[in-house]
Each structure stands twice: as C-alpha cells, then as structure tokens.
C-alpha cells in the first residue's frame, strides 16, 4: 500500500552517535509507516521462515520430554526426584525462583521504563512482556508440581469450603500464590492492552478472510478514534503505575519463602532487595538470549537498533554490580552476626559440599559480566548474547545454591545429607525450558512482536528517536 | 523344596505376597511373574483364621479350646471382646533360650503390639528391640507355611506317619541312631518331654548348638544388683543389651545413675574395656579400647593390683586406667561389680569371679544365677557333628536354630549333615537347614502356641498364644510326644497336665489362670523330674576354648573379632524389615552388615567406608566392605553376624555378608591371624546419620558430676538462652488451661538401644522404606536416637540423644504451612493432619530439629493381607504425599481421655504412656501434663539439668532434655 | 437506505489532523472523532475529549485492598481460628502482602475493563468500517469523522467546511 504522496518522514536526520560512540537512534534512517507496518504486522500474516520451524520444533520436542516427566511425576510421586529431609526443596523450586526471576525484565522494560518516559523501550516493550507471560507460566507451574498432593493444589485459594478450612494467611507460599496470580493476570491484561491497536493493523492488512475474521475478532473492534487512542493510553499508563510496586513486590513476595523461614542461609533481611535486583538481572539476560537471535532471523537490526542492545547491557551490569553487593553482605553479615549457625552456613556454602558451586556462581554472575564495562563488547550482539547466557545459567545456580545449600546442612547436624539430582529433576528443568520456547515461538509467529503504534509514534516525532 | 506356597523363597521380591513389611520396590519388579501365586483361597481361610481368633481368647479365658469353626461367624461375641477395643494378654518369648516377660495387645485377636511385663523380673515392663519386631515376623509371609519334604507340600499326618516308621527301628537298640539338636532350652515342660524321650531312647543324645552361645561362663553365670553398686567394671561385656538380663541391668544401673537434684546424687563409677564399641561401653564413665585378646592380661594385671595371683610380666598399656579402677575397687569393696562377656575365655570368668569374691561383692552385688536341671545323655555339638560325619546317626530332629547356616566353619556341618539318614527340621522359617532336610515342620510363633520358659533369674512364665496358627503350625512339645506317644495331644494339654501333674490339686484351676494372666508362676515351683542335675550350660568340656595358645608379642597383627549383630542377631532376624531398617548402633548403618576397622587402621591402610576388602583367616577368605568405627581397638576388625542370608524372605535376600564363613570352633568370638587386603570394589552402605559431631550447637548438653555439683545450672547455659516466656506477643492468647502436655528425655540414663525407634515404628504403622530409599535419607522414624563423638577418634567419649517431635509453642513448622495442616490444640500438642497436608514440605525445611518425615512414595502400597494385620488400628496408615511426625502416641492420649471422663476423673499422672516411653529399659522418656506440678514430669522438668535442644532459637519446646552427665575419676581426666 | 453517519475526511499527518480538529472544534462541531494510526498527543484534547477512568481505577484498588484484608481477617480470626505455632489469631503483619497484591489486582482489573467499557469494545461492527480506505486509520493515514448527529451536522456545509482543511479526500460514511 505504498501510497504516492507519502511524505520521507525520516529522511531528515541521519544516524548519530553519542559523543562517547554509542549507537544513539532507535530508528535506522529512511523509516516510514510503511516500511514499519510490513516489517512487523506482516511477520503474521506470511509463513515463518526456516529458522522458525527449526527453533520449533527443538522447541517442541523438550516441551514432549516436559510431559513426559511430569505424567511419571504424576504417577508415581515427588519420589522420583532427589528430594528427601532435609532437603525437601529441590529444582521445583529452584527453578519457580528462577522463572519468575525471569519475568521481571519485561514488566520492568514495558511499566518502569514507560513511567520514566525512556523511549529505548519501544521496539522491545511487546517482546519482553510476552516473556514475562510465558516466564510467569513455567513459573506458576513449578509449585504445582512441587506439591506431594498436586491434585488438592487449589486448597491454597480462599474459597467457601463445606468444612470452613481457609488458606492460613501466614504462609509465604499462600503470598506466593496472589503475587504470582496477580503478576500473571496483571502482565496478561498490559500486554493485550498494548496489542489490542496492532491486531488492528494486522486484521486491516490481513488478506485471507479467516486472518481477517481471526485478528478482527481479538482487535475487539478497534478503530484508532482518539477517545479511544485517550483512554488506551491512561488505562496503559495506569497499568503500569501498578506493574511497577507490582514487579518490586512479586519478587519480594517470592524471598520471603526463604527470609520468613529460620533456615540459616535463609532468614536475611537483604533477600527482597537483593532477590528483586537478581530478578532484573537475569531477566534481561533472558531478553538478550531471545531478541538477538530473534532481531537476526527477522532482520530487524533497522528496529531493534544497537542503542537498545547498549541500554539492556548497561541495566545487566548495573544490577549485576548490585547482585554481587548482595553476595558479600550475606558473608559479611553471617560473619558480623558473630552467629555460629549463620557462620557455618556460610562456610558450607563456599568450602562445604557444594562449594564449587558456589564459586560457579561467582564466575557466572559477579566475574563473567564485568565485561560489560567495554562498550565494544556491549556493542557487540554475539559477545553480549554469550554473556548473557552466562548469567542465566549464574542466576539458576544462584536459587540452586540459596536453595540446596543452605538446607543440606541446618540446625540439627545429625541430620545433615546431600541432595542429588535425578534425572527426572533434569528433565523437567529443561522441559520447562521447552514449555517457554514453544510459547514464544508461537507469539512470534502469530503476533506482531513489536509495538507497530509506538513505533510509529517514534517515526511521527523523530526527535524522540534520537535523543541520547 | 521350593514350592511358592511353601516358603518365602520361591517368591519372587515385591509380589504383593511375599513383602514382609516389605521396602519399598522399585517400580521395576511391580508385575514381575509369580507376583499372583498367592491362591486367593488361602487369603480367606487365613481371614477366617483371623477372625477364628476370637477363639484365642475365648480359649484363654475358659482354657479350653473349641472347634474353630464355632466362633468363626462371630455370631455369639466373647463377653471379653469389645470390637475396637484392645485386649492385653501376658505371654513370654525366648532370648538366647532365656524367657522375656511380654504383654501382647491384640484388637478383636490380632495381636498388633508387643509390650514388656511389668511384673516380669527380667522385663520390668520394658522389652529389647527383638521383642518388638516379633510382632511383624508373625505376619511374615515369607514364613513356612506348610509342611513340606523335598519341596512337596504334606499334611501334618504325613509327617505323624513318617515320623514313627522312622523311629520303630530305632527303638530295637534303645536310639543308638537317634539324635535330637536344639536350640538353647529352658522350657520346663519341654525339657521334661526330653528327659522322657531320653529315658525311652536310652542310647539316644540331645545337643545344643547357639552360634551366641555362653558355653565360655559354663557354670560361672551370675546375676548382679547393680543398684548396689558403686563401681561397675566391665571386660569386653555387653550386659546392658545383648544379655539375657540386659533388660533389668540397664533398669538397675540406670536407677544408680539417674540425677535430678545435687542432692542425693549418688551416681555409680562406670569403666569399661572393650575391643569394639558396644552400648554398653558407649555408657562406661571411662572406657577404654583394648583388643579382645589384650582383655585377659588387662584383668590380671587388674587382679595382681588387688592381690589375686601375679601380673603377667606384660607391659599393659592404659596404667592410669587401671590404677584408676584398682582404686576405685578397692575404696567400694563389697559395693562393685565385675562383669566379662560372653565373648572372654572361662580363664577370664573365673578369674572375675575370683575379684567378686574377693571384693566381698559375691552375696552382696553378685550372686550364682540358679541353676537349672537338664536331662543327662547330653553331648557337645561338636561331637553330635563328629558322630554325624561316621554317619553314625540316622534319624536327626533339629529344633529351630539354622545349623548348616550358622555352625562353625571347620566342623564343615554340611557335608556331615547330608550323611544323616533321615533329616527332620522344625523351625518358623524355611531356611538354609530346612533346605537340606528331609522333612521341614513348620514352627508355630511364640503368639500363636502354648508352652512356658524360664527367664535368666529362674522365674518361670507361662506362653499363651493370642493367636491361632496363620499357617500349618506344630510346636515343639507335640512334636516330642510324638516320638514317644502313638497320638499327640495338643501343646495346651501337654503343658497344662505337666503343670497340674497326674492329679491336679483342687486350688489348681485358680492358681493356673492366676500364673497366666500375671505372666509369671510365682504360686507353684516347676515339678521336678528324675534328670541328671546339670548345670543350665553344657559342660565346656567340647569346646575347643582352653585348647587356645595365646601367642606373647603378637604386636600389631590384626585380630577377627565375631559379634552378634545388633539388629538381626545370630541371623534370625534376617527377614524382618523393621530390624534391618533399625539404625545399628553409633555406624547408623541399615540393610547391611560391614567389617568393623578403627580409624588409626584405616589411615594406616588407606581405606575408606565402603572399600571391599578380602579378609583372609585360617585360610578361608570372605569379601566384606568396611566401616571405619570410632572407639574401635587399634587392631581388632569385627564381623557382625547373621548376614549373608541365602534361603530367606524377600527382605533378608542379598543382604551383607556371611561372616560365619570364617567362624571356626576355636575361635568363635576373636582369634588372631587375620590378614585383610583392599580390593578394586566398593559397596554402597546406606547410614542414617552421617556428622557425629554436635559442631558446638546448643543441641547436646554434657558434663561431669563434679561440675554439676560445683554449678548445679551450668546446662542450661542461661547466657544463651532467651528468657523463658520472652515473647513478642501476648502470652495471655493461648493459656493451655487443662491438660498441658509435655515431655522429658534424661538422657543421663538413655543407653542408647534404639528400643523407642522401633517401638515406635509398631505402634504408629511407620513404613519400612528400604536400602535404596534409606540411602536417599527418607527414612521414616518419627524417634531417631543421635550418636555424638566427641574427645577423640581413637577413643570418643559417645553420647546418645533420642529425639521425638518437640512439640514447640512457637513452632516454626506451623507459620509456613499454607493451609494449617499442622497447627497446635488446646493443650499444646502439634498436630499434623494428614488428611489436609498437601505436601509442600515448608514445614519440615523449617523444623530445626528436623523430626518431620515425608511420603515421597507410596510406602505403604504394597503390603500383603497378613502384612496389613499388624497394622495399628488406631492409627492412620499414611499415604504418598503428606507430612507425618511424633504425635505423643496421641491415640493413647485419647484412650486414657476416654477412660477418664467415663468415670469422670481427670487423666492420672502416669496414665498415658507413649510408646517410646513404654518401651524404654532406663524409664529416660517421661511424658505428662505440665500444668500439674507435682506429675513426675514437672519433677523432672524443674531439674537444674533440665534443658531445651537448640533453646536460643526460642521455639520453647514441650519436650525437654537432662543433661548428660559423667561420673569421671578427677585422676583419669587428664589423659581422658 | 442511505442514511447517512457521517462525514470522514482523510489527512496524511497527525499535524494536519489535529490542526483540523481544531478548527472543527472552533466551528462549534462536538459530535465528531479523529482517528490515527497512533495516539497523537492532543488529539483528543483538541476534540474536547474527557476521561474518568483514573477516578474508577482508584475506586477498584481501594475495594480489592480492603476486600483482601478483611477475607484474611474473617478467615484466620473469625471463621476458622486456629493457633498456628503461637501467633496471635490476628497476624496483621501477615496480612499485608495479600492485601497489597489485592489491590493492585483489582485495581488493573479495573483499569483494563474499564478502558475497554468507556471505548464501548468489543464492538465488531461499526459503520466506519464500510469505507476501504478507513483500513488505513491503523497504518499510516489519519481521518476526521464528523457525524450526522451533530447539531449543526449538514450534509452540503460540513462536506465544504471539511474541504476548506485541506483533506486528501472526503467520504460519506453510510449508517
């Protein structure tokens, strides 16, 4: 639909760079509507390219070994993994943490970012908050299966029960239970919010009747009035008003499973901050995973820019650096209590069973990302995307050591024993990385994965994509 | 002999017939051929057996036994039998040939719980850890359950038959051919019926054969007053478990020990010299590791100290030791004891005696145990074995025992045992020696027949089954009269007409059912008959002991030492799931027994835990993996026993090693000569605990008499604790007004027997989970007895600490429960309900004393129909997914409630009795409501040495601790 | 029928279209709407659009909060009070997560619902979208509709009025 008088809105700036060298547009150069609308709201409306049915697939197949672990789960019980007492948390909730922990780069990204007016957000809001979902859905799933009962998990709603039982509201788990609940509804609800006007566009350029009849149907009748574009935009602004304490308290929610109890290695005041930062850190890193290879494949380097690679690079190393600080508080603290519990914890964890763990941990998360300080590196996608990966697997070792290490050897010493894993434990760790994979595949391929109208926000006002 | 129907064998691990509270099985060998053998008829006769049962007791209370079909409908109920209401009967069972006082619960027949007797001497209502797991073997279906020869299945009249065309041709040369083999036996009317047969058969001869025999104290048995006792010495003797009197020496020495006020604290003076560490030296104030071997010369040094011949010139080492015990003996003359092992040659008993006598303490402390009267025509084992090798004998009754398992390596049992003509084998397991007879009759269980025993100090109990036979069963005493009487009367008539003799007195009647029902006849002495008065052993002439050359100088040499094992004994025990899975003392090894080495050895070697090394001894060699056990003399390896079985139960099958293999003759306790040498393998050995080490944690508390008496407070270590009642909320909110229910563990007394772990386990249906669950620690024990190290490797002073649920007031389990499946009641217990558990395990992560066990599987769900009778009914079997722990036996609590407010009464202090509490030897677990304070509790509870595990942490427990406290010689600390 | 609901005019920037909102404000026309293919600051001002939703958001945030709070009160402390390891009946402390989480749920339940509400969505249907080239309203071009049922709505004036902004093109929407 290229229209004859469409005027080169874009063509009267040219890439810039900040003064210390940073990419600095959001936009490459020669955008129009157009040029934008193809590039992201035809991604559903064509087939998916090669790359996609691969990603898929492999994608699929962990999601089948998902199943298959959690069907025996179910069969035989929590057995089958290497949970015992004292260590009756094991990679279930490990990787609950870790999910979750997951989630918060996109609400941070869509809400806090939104809030604070930073446009760099634009191109990467839709993707991180359809991460967030999915995220928040292994997450979800890891308490469920945790459970020696799972077929009674909905004990811990409120709900009128013949016999008057209630959830007991002491609990951190039933905490747990309405923050992530919130936290899924909340995420669920901005992210469709932020996609009601795209599916719009999709279902105008959409072609065949059933993608027009499809997208018409979820675009819920969207016409672009300014009452409307009003209201989307307050109720948006709003929403991310309340994702922000949101973000904070979910995972916030989620340490007070480990600060209420008395466990030592547990029962910390610095977990909500520090477990909140750690949520931020590898959430990011999640994203980076995700949109390089993604921006590649899509070509969507004209979008997706440098500048954003740079922020989300700068955000790791910030919260890394505060990660870390958390790391030493905790030692520095256990020796400062002068507490022989605490102490020993301490001293189990770095030169215990499991210390080399720990010090994995410690390469991955505090040694590995200092090498975001050079900008060459935080410019470069395959150097960035590799340490990125290091701190995702630092993050999961991080809730493997809070978890396990901390439990193997407690108060009662005639009672301390190791945990090893199964290798049902494994499977089902990597099946719920198949679980997120295939939903994220599935978003790409039928949804338009970058806000289509805030993009064109930028290309109206191209100021805005050029401030540093 | 191997029809699936006749013995356990056969059938394959984990069908659901042939699981004696079987472990738990992997999911592999769920439908595994034979898995369906059981007849499903046989499952409803046996249900109607059980419920024939009834029978039992209605027997019981008219002593007659009527048909059994009669009652089976239940149609007229027993006027003693109230469904859901338990019935307790005294009966007895046999340690080593020595009665046991009991008191069997049963519910509506089923006998489900085996107590002591209170008015038992040797019980004092207390029972060993054998005692309790009686009750399971009963329900074993790996039991034989028919008679059988050669693996066909036979009527007991088959064998009738058999038995007597045997005998006819015996009877022309008086049964020069005709052996009899025993067990140790101390029953009177069966050792009557031997005399009789003895006495028809003059050619004939009985032998005895125990692998755990005391043939070494021939004659020199005695029985001591501990609570006279000021100073106890022991040499290598493990008198306060595996004794025939252990039950009461641990009642006395206890009493001796126990310290609640400084004053009146007149605590006994303990030492002890062992070559392995045994409960009983875990307990010594002062113990010391020697070699077995070393153990004589030590006593004779000790002996020249006081006078008594002269010290070999042997430079001993331990002087300070010894000066120490000379002293203390020789200030408490008359106030001591002096007490060897089994385990110890005769010179040494004889020697000891020589101390007792000398210190004055013979009449006073120690006194000859009575002797009892055994028929003549009796000859050693050895001989019997000889005889069996000229094929000298052609008709052999064995009753119970496993010989071809468990004799001596060089009499080489076997092949003579095949040169027997005809083999006859009576025993309630089908095992190695049934195997290889002719006939095998089933035993019938000590529940399930009549008879009567005589315990260590010559009391007499009469065994009244609670129970009709589960299977084919035929007891000792009918077998017996079959050799003489053409038609057997039944066990029931045999013993009461021994009893009553030809012509009953008229005051019979009374003074029978007076004997039965207390457990003990104290009214009327055993008749005696026209026997030989022999002494209770058989002379030791056989035994090749004095034969022995003790070889001077024999340095650093290894040493094999041979000791029961503390689980399954002599292996009899072998198929019993709740032993194997009992952790064995200080190694808290379970499903498996392992060489014993000290850990200067293993350094010196370079061994591990789990290495497999090859021992080599008197040329025999046998694969065994070790453990390295502190306390362990620097060279002495000790082999347990009773492992290794072959022809057993599911349980028992490819478990441990057999170290009878190596047990010769001459040297059935320990010999020298042993060479041992690493192999490439490991075997996986499964503990329970595996820190011995309190890592200087507020959960132990211990010290000496004298510090106690110098600072009566200095447990509770105040600094460290917060204040009692600190609280940042209002007190006030929950009063606990009425019952208060609390509990105190001495552990100055607790002796560390494991009995509450495995009394418990029967009283509140705890599963049996097996080695491969075990070893991922999920072990279910609600009371788990802790062994703390602390002093030494070589020679740790050794601390046991039994720990329930404490039953906090601030429990930290109770606040993360998501939906309060764990909360507190109004009188302050915590409660677990099972039925609203969803399994997040929060609770457990946050118990800092980690008492909580979880269902990861489902344990119970593949238990046999038999198996399932010896389930409490009062309890709930737990299923896969929920959180269970120590209730304080609240079933019972409820009972006593029930009682009481039916008379409408308060609940008496001392009324409720946990299990654990029931059981203990010592009386170390107390239990009783706080709010009265003058209930024993309360008396304990305001000891100075009343203390809460991990107190700092301010969750207040309900259940508390007393200090330990050792009476240390101030000369012996310095080099202790 | 050829009842018509309004007049739309076609601009090819938002500059353009807010300038004609504008002037259609000025020339005293309410009942009208401008659509754009995204939110164009001060469209809606110029148009002389309200919004209460913040007020309702507000609104739902304090019932859920309260809501949360009283349902763990009545739960723990009325209807089923357990002592749970000695703490008091009323743990306040422990209720706060809850009610915070609470509120924050209600409140976005409401933002969400509410917006779509006030927008009168789902409405699958809508005359506009029998014109062709309103499918550009989502891509890149930008329309002012001013409806039939205006006051001063008529047909000949407005169609002038509307072609004096300088539109690329002017339809009559059918109703």
Redesign the interface.
Known sequence: MNAPDQSPLTSNFSPSQSPLGYPTNLLAPGQTYETVNATIADVPLKPAPGPWWVGFIIASLLLLMFLVAVTWLFIKGVGIWGVNVPVAWGFAIVNFVWWVGIAHAGTFISAILLLLFQPWRTAINRFTEAMTLFAVCCAGLMPLLHLGRPWVFYWLLPYPDTMRLWPQFRSPLVWDVFAVGTYFTISLLFWYLGLVPDLATVRDRAKKLWQKKLYGFFALGWRNSAAHWQRHQIAYLLLAGLATPLVLSVHSVVSFDFAVAIVPGWHSTIFPPYFVAGAIYSGFAMALNIIIPVRKIYHLEHLITGRYLNNMANIMLVTGMIVAYGYFIEAFMAWYSGDIFEIYMMMNRAFGPYGWVFWLLMLCNVLVPQALWSARIRRNALLLFVVALFINVGMWIERFVIVISSLNRDYSPSTWAMFYPTKWDWMTLFGSVGLFLTLLFLFIKFLPMISISETRELVAEPEKATTP | MNHPASNGRARPQGAPDGSASRPYQR?TDEFVPGSNEWPDDLSRREFLRLAGATLALAGLNSCTKQPLETIVPYVKQPEIVIPGKPLRFATASQFGGFGQGLLVTAYEGRPTKIEGNPTHPASLGATTVWSQADVLDLYDPDRAQTVTTGGAIKTVSDFWDALNLAIEPLKQNGGAAFRILSEPISSPTLLAQLDRVLQSFPAARWAIWDPLNRDTIAGAEVICDFTKAKVVVAFDSDFLYAHPYALRNARDVANRRRVIEPHGAGMNRFYAAEPTPTITGSNADHRIAVAARDVLPLAQTIAAELGIGVATPRNIENADWIAAVVRDLNASRGESVVIAGETQPPELHALVAQMNAMLGNMGNTVAATPALSLPGSQIAFGDLVEEMQRSAVELLVIFGGNPRYDAPADFNFADAFNKVKLRVHHSVYFNETSRHSHWHVPATHFLESWSDTRAFDGSVSIVQPLIEPMYVGVSAHEILEAVTERSPRSAYEILRSHWSGPEPAPDFEAKWRRALSDGVVTEFQPPSFAGAGQSIAPAPSATPLEKRQRSEARGSQLEILFRPDVSVRDGRYANNGWLQELPRRFSSLTWDNAALISPELAKAAGLNNGDVVELTFRDRKLRAPLWIQPGQAKHSVTLPLGYGREIVGGVGRNVGFNAYALRTSDSLWFADDLTIHKTADRHWLVTT?????????G?LHDGTLDEFLADPHYAQKPEELPPLGY?L??PS??PYKGYKWGMVVDLNVCIGCHACTIACQAENNIPVVGKQ?VG???EMHWI?V???YSGTEENPRITH?P?PCMH?????????????AT????EGLNLQIYN???????C???C???V???????YNGRLSPSEKLVKNPDVTVRS????EKCTYCIQRINAARITAELDQRKIRDGEIVPACAQVCPVEAITFGNMNDPRSRLMRLKRSPLNYWM?GE?NT?PRTSYLAKLRNVNAELVRSD | MNKTYGLLAEFSTHEKLIHAAEEAYAAGFRKMDGYAPFAVEGLAEALGKKNRLPLLVLIGGIIGGTGGYFMEWYANAISYPINIGGRPIHSWPAFIPITFELSVLCAGLTAFFGSLALNGLPRPYHPLFHIPEFDRASQDRFFLCIEANDAKFHPKETRAFLAGLGPLSIKEVPE
Do not use: W
């Not at chain 2, 605990?689 to 944690?697: F, N």
């Not at chain 2, 909360?823 to 109004?826: C, I, P, T, Y």
């Open positions: 999911e605990q595996h820190h011995h080490d309190v890592t200087g944690r959960i609280t909320y209002d909110e929950y669950q991922v620690h999920r788990r802790s062994t703390f600490q720990v906090c007031e601030n429990a930290p389990c109770e606040l993360v429960c998501p939906v309060a909360a507190h009641d109004n609203r558990c969803v399994g997040t395990r929060y457990s992560n946050n800092p004393y980690k909580r066990r979880f269902n990861f599987l489902e896969r997914g929920v959180m991990l942490l207040q």
